[in-house]
Structure formats: C-alpha cells, structure tokens
C-alpha cells in the first residue's frame, strides 16, 4: 500500500467562526482541527478572539500549523483584513468555510423586523463578504474551495421560518457562485448539517428533545461537528475537485424521511 499523504498538504484555509459557542467541539471547531491535522495552515477567524484560541491551543498541542485573526465578518473592512491575513502569513489561499450562523425560532408573524435583518446579515450578507474577498485572491492562486454551511433547515420546512430562509439564500448563493467562478477554477459547495449535537444547539436542548433529535434519522445515531468536519475536508480537498455547486446533506438520512404515518 503507498502511504497516505495528508489531504489538504500545502493548502492555506480560512475557516471563518472557527471557535465554539460553548463547551465542547462545533463545526467550526472540528473542520479547523481536521484541516490542520490534512496539513493544511488554517487562519481560524473569529468575532470571539478567545474562541478561535480555544481551537488554536488545541490544533498546537497536535503540532498543527494555524494562527488567529479576530473578525466581525458582518463588515467587509474586517473581511478583507481576514483575506489579507491569510496572504500575508502563509503566502496563498486554497480553502476558505463559512461558518458562522445564528437561530432564531420565529414566524413571519412573530419575528421582530431587526431580528430578521440581523438573521439575515449573520447567516446570508457574512458568505458574500468573505467570499468576495477570497475569491480573487484563490484565483490568483490558480483556484480554490469555498464551502458554505447551510442546514436541512434550506431545503425542508422547520419551525425556524427566518433561518429557513437564510440557509435556503445560502444554497442559491452556493450555486451561482460556483457557476460564476467554475471556469476560474474557484468550486463553490454546501454542506447541509442535520441535527447535529453542537455547542450552538447544547443550551437549547432538554435530554428528551436531544434524544428525539437522534432517534428521528434513518441511522438513529447522533451527529456530531465532526461529521460537518470530515464533509468539509473531502470538499476542499483534490478528491472533490469534479464537484461544484452542490449542496451536501450530512444528516443520517433525516432528509430522505416523511413523518412515520403507519
Ligand atoms: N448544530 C446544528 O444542529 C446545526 C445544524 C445545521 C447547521 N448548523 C450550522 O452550523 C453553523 C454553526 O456551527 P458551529 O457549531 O461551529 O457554531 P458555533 O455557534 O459553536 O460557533 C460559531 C462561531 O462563529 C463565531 N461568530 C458568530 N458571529 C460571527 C461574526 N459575525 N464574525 C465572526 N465570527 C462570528 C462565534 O463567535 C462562534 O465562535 C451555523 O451556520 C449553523 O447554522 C448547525
């Protein structure tokens, strides 16, 4: 058997909300991680400085290669600062994730207008921002990876009307950036996360509600920032380098399901 090169080898990453909410491995923390240990140098960006130290300290201990910038990336000023970052300490850009996002349980009828706007510009406004400013910096490179984590919540109703919408943005923004920039060699893929146990759904959840969550799949299993993390790893890296504009379900099955009626 020849022997396994790590994956992302020589490739330079930005995973934007690379921290975690709370205690415990999210998506952003798991695909940060994961890269680093494919031999990719990851810029782990985050609102939270102290968040993306959390991930830093752990991929060090690994011996990984990665360092932190500290972004709102809802401003293109600090978007363009985190793209610059990335350039400027390791030379390219390969890969960059879109991670950040927010929840928010309402309605049409019962959402407030600012929450909205403000759901909309987390979750929507932060993958246009980045991605406008990585792109021409990948292309330069010769091309690159976007990946975009949308949800199930994109493609399927949920009693999250203003985050459906923004994850369903996400999907369409996902396939027309991969159609603008495909002969750029820039690929442009989503990842849509079914119910997984994360930091950012942790506080939301009594026992019986995260027990319903796991039974609720075809594979009756829990998934975790790490399933997010290993789809994320084969979109950025030469393996998936036919695959564009797709949106990847990550869900054990929950998706391919109607209710059980008999
Ligand atoms: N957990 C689930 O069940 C589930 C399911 C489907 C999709 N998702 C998606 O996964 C993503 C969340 O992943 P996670 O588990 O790592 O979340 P998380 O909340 O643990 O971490 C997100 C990180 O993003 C940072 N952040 C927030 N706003 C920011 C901003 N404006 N600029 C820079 N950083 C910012 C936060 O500080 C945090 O560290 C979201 O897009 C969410 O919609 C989650």
Same mark, same amino acid.
């Given at each position: 058997?020849?022997?396994r ?9 930005i ?5 975690s ?13 994961l ?12 609102s ?25 990336v ?11 970052a ?47 400013f ?26 999250a ?26 690929? =442009? ?53 036919? =695959? ?19």
């Open positions: 058997m020849p022997e090169r790590p994956r992302l080898e020589g490739k330079v990453a995973v934007v909300g690379a921290g909410s709370g205690p415990g491995i999210g998506n952003g923390k798991a695909t940060s991680l890269f680093a240990r494919e031999g990719a140098s990851v810029l782990l960006v985050d939270a400085i102290e968040r993306a130290n959390e991930t830093l300290a752990m991929i060090e201990e690994e011996g990984g290669t990665a360092g932190v910038f500290e972004a709102d809802t401003r293109a000023d600090d978007c363009q600062g985190m793209v610059k990335a350039i400027d300490r390791y030379g390219r850009l390969d890969i960059l994730v879109n991670i950040v996002g927010i929840l928010e349980l309402h309605s049409v009828v019962d959402v407030e207008e600012e929450a909205w706007d403000r759901l909309m510009e987390v979750n929507v406004k932060t993958v246009v921002l980045s991605s406008k990585a792109i021409p910096r990948m292309i330069e490179g010769g091309g690159g990876s976007i990946i975009n984590i949308s949800s199930i919540a994109g493609v399927r109703a949920y009693n009307t203003p985050y459906t919408t923004s994850k369903a943005a996400v999907n369409g923004l996902t396939m027309s950036m991969a159609n603008d920039h495909g002969r750029d060699n820039v690929r =442009v893929n989503a990842i849509a996360p079914g119910a997984v146990y994360t930091p950012m759904v942790a506080g939301l959840l009594s026992d019986e509600q995260r027990e319903k969550r796991r039974e609720s799949s075809m594979l009756g299993t829990e998934g975790t920032g790490w399933d997010v993390g290993w789809a994320a790893v084969y979109l950025a890296s030469e393996e998936s380098r036919w =695959v564009t504009g797709t949106v990847l379900t990550v869900d054990a099955g929950i998706t391919g399901m109607v209710p059980r009626l008999l």
